[in-house]
């Protein structure tokens, strides 16, 4: 498994996942394509990295989830349309590590029965994840995630709506404008054809 860092696959990465190698805490990044890469650095940070690479403030983000989902814990992200959400992936060796990783929504083909409380995440690459969340809690997860999706997918309808309305409002006003910048025309050749035909009558009666 070769190195590499999450910002070089950004766009391909489906899953994050915590692990401890001979060189210390690192994390397992998964790829559409089905490959594997290490990442030397520890979840948060790869996530962190991750969310800066797209421009996108994780804090702000969690607190607009919180509002929007009503609970505590551990919450799942997203990158644009993109909803990763957390399973736990390990057990962890000292407090502080991080015991969750992350899996895209859109590769989780089904979640089955694992070893013991654990079990097992099937991808749409083919791979498969044994993992530590039970698979109720892991199906819980996933459908918090579908929930998201959906209410993401229903803002951007929400912002076409609007950005359609703008365009409406743009081109009838263009509209108008043209009307009145028309009608002023008209108004001044009328204008103009009055003025000559005074002038006529005028010279007429001078005769």
């Not at 399973?87 to 407090?95: L, P, Q, S």
């Amino acid at each position: 498994m070769r190195d590499g860092r999450v910002e070089q696959v950004r766009d391909v990465v489906i899953g994050l996942r915590p692990v401890y190698t001979d060189q210390g805490n690192d994390t397992e990044l998964w790829l559409a394509s089905g490959e594997l890469l290490i990442d030397r650095r520890g979840v948060k940070s790869v996530l962190t990295a991750l969310a800066k690479s797209h421009a996108i403030d994780l804090k702000a983000q969690r607190q607009q989830l919180r509002g929007l989902i009503q609970r505590n814990g551990v919450f799942p992200f997203y990158l644009g349309k993109r909803v990763f959400v957390p399973i736990k992936m390990r057990k962890a060796i000292t407090e502080n590590d991080s015991v969750y990783g992350y899996l895209d929504t859109k590769y989780i083909m089904d979640i089955k029965g694992g070893k013991g409380r654990g079990c097992q995440i099937l991808l749409t690459t083919g791979s498969s994840i044994e993992v530590f969340s039970s698979q109720k809690t892991a199906k819980q997860s996933l459908h918090l995630g579908s929930e998201l999706q959906k209410e993401l997918n229903t803002a951007d309808d929400n912002d076409r709506f609007e950005e359609m309305i703008i365009e409406f409002a743009s081109t009838l006003c263009h509209g108008l404008k043209e009307m009145l910048q028309r009608l002023e025309r008209i108004e001044g050749q009328i204008a103009e054809a009055a003025f000559v035909y005074h002038s006529e009558e005028d010279e007429s009666d001078d005769t």
